[in-house]
């Protein structure tokens, strides 16, 4: 073979060496593109069970223009003794921004309906009273954690406030008098809320979780425990017509009566925990048994002449 033979034969075999070598890294590629995409596919969305669907009599009573009010005598324990008072559940729908998670102030298609429980407890211990008030901001969809949770109580020794917003995780901000605690930010998995179970059971007390759960404890108990915000171990139990939640490890129990039928009206109920701190504890419970329930736009009755419907309620 001569040498311009060669030459051209080696050039050939350079050019498809070439060829393979560029084919063999587009496959690559390919493949690893491939693989992109398999693994953002592999990273699904939270799967949401389906919307509840609004029925005739759920619109009629919860989309009239009107809060639900029910007042309720209350016995709660603190310190280690029981104290009389009185709570109050207002129960009203709204339209929420998912951003900035807040009440909207106009309707836009991007809002999201939720039922809000405003739930407000006063009682006195000694010469000093408690001011006590937890909002609970929950999707009537029915489908998702609650969008925002809020607590802050008020005594003559100070206030504290906290507050979990529901974004790629929980968001939690808590300030306190207390030196111990003072601000704090935390971010935690999602995970059930017991303050969103109260909405959760008027839109469809079958919904409820059962059997071994983890859930965040309500904002209030974790204020005047002075608790670590965390998810814990609990047992769910959805009985006739009351709810029972227990947390071992906290040896508390807490227990919501309720009424079958819709509107699946809150009756009373009871939280049994230990009071107090170290070996002089006691195990108390605190009790709410239900007084009135009226429907009003509340909002609208701030005149003196509206004073009797606190009558109605019997909260004076």
């Not at 207002?90 to 900035?100: R, S």
Request: charged share 25%.
């Amino acid at each position: 073979m001569n040498n311009s033979v060669k030459s051209i034969t080696v050039f050939v075999s350079f050019i498809c060496a070439f060829v393979i070598a560029i084919s063999c890294k587009d496959e690559i590629s390919k493949q690893e593109s491939d693989n992109t995409i398999i693994a953002k596919a592999e990273k699904k969305p939270e799967i949401l069970k389906p919307a509840f669907e609004l029925s005739k009599d759920f619109n009629e009573y919860w989309y009239a223009g009107e809060a639900e009010i029910t007042s309720y005598k209350l016995e709660q324990a603190r310190y280690g003794e029981i104290r009389d008072g009185k709570a109050v559940l207002v129960f009203v729908t709204e339209d929420f921004l998912p951003e900035i998670q807040v009440k909207a102030d106009n309707y836009s298609k991007d809002n999201i309906p939720v039922l809000k429980l405003n739930a407000t407890k006063n009682f006195n211990t000694g010469i000093y009273p408690y001011s006590i008030m937890q909002s609970t901001f929950y999707p009537v969809s029915n489908n998702k954690h609650a969008i925002k949770v809020s607590a802050s109580i008020q005594e003559w020794c100070g206030h504290v406030y906290a507050q979990l917003n529901n974004r790629d995780d929980f968001e939690i901000k808590s300030h306190s008098y207390f030196q111990s605690e003072a601000d704090q930010e935390i971010s935690l998995e999602k995970s059930i809320t017991e303050n969103q179970l109260w909405t959760q059971l008027r839109i469809n007390p079958k919904s409820l979780p059962t059997g071994k759960i983890k859930a965040i404890p309500s904002l209030e108990y974790m204020r005047l425990k002075h608790g670590k915000f965390k998810a814990y171990e609990a047992e769910a139990e959805l009985k006739n017509d009351a709810y029972t939640l227990f947390y071992p490890d906290l040896n508390r129990t807490l227990k919501i009566n309720f009424n079958q039928e819709f509107p699946h009206d809150i009756m009373g109920w009871e939280e049994t925990f230990r009071d107090g701190y170290g070996p002089n504890a006691k195990l108390l419970t605190t009790k709410a048994t239900k007084i009135k329930t009226i429907k009003s736009a509340y909002w609208g009755k701030n005149s003196n002449a509206d004073e009797g419907l606190r009558e109605t309620l019997g909260l004076k």
